[in-house]
């Protein structure tokens, strides 16, 4: 069992940055991939960016790669998101969460997930 807890949305405005942290609880969080997915209002959840078990592998969606990374630290059960150039259109709620094996964009295989984050860009 894991359980996921997102913070560091809020809102900044277009242009600017912010990173979101997930800390997980329980055990082996060292062996579950992570993700990390958003859904704005009205929209369905789209994925963001996944990371392997040693964050030796990375994926991104084509809308936020060259400006969000996703990375994390074992040691503190933590994954992250450095958003940086944001824009009015990656407003949404951001949740991430945790797979056994590598699920890479595809929510379906996640089998944890937090209750997520508000990130407002504001133009």
């Known amino acids: 069992q894991v359980q996921l807890v997102e913070s560091g949305g809020g809102l900044v405005q277009a242009g600017g940055s912010l990173r979101l942290s997930c800390a997980a609880s329980?055990?082996?969080?060292?062996?579950?991939?992570m993700g990390w997915f958003r859904q704005a209002p009205g929209k369905e959840r789209d994925f963001v960016a996944a990371?392997?078990?040693?964050?030796?592998?990375?994926e991104y969606a084509d809308s936020v790669l060259g400006r969000f990374t996703i990375s994390r630290d074992n040691a503190k059960n933590t994954v992250y998101l450095q958003m940086n150039s944001l824009k009015p259109e990656d407003t949404a709620d951001y949740y991430c969460?945790?797979?056994?094996?590598?699920?890479?964009?595809?929510?379906?295989?996640?089998?944890?997930w937090g209750q997520g984050t508000q990130v407002t860009v504001s133009s």
């Open positions: 990371i392997s078990w040693s964050g030796g592998a990375t």
């Open positions: 969460a945790a797979s056994g094996y590598w699920s890479g964009s595809d929510s379906s295989k996640y089998d944890y």
């Open positions: 329980g055990r082996a969080f060292r062996s579950y991939a």
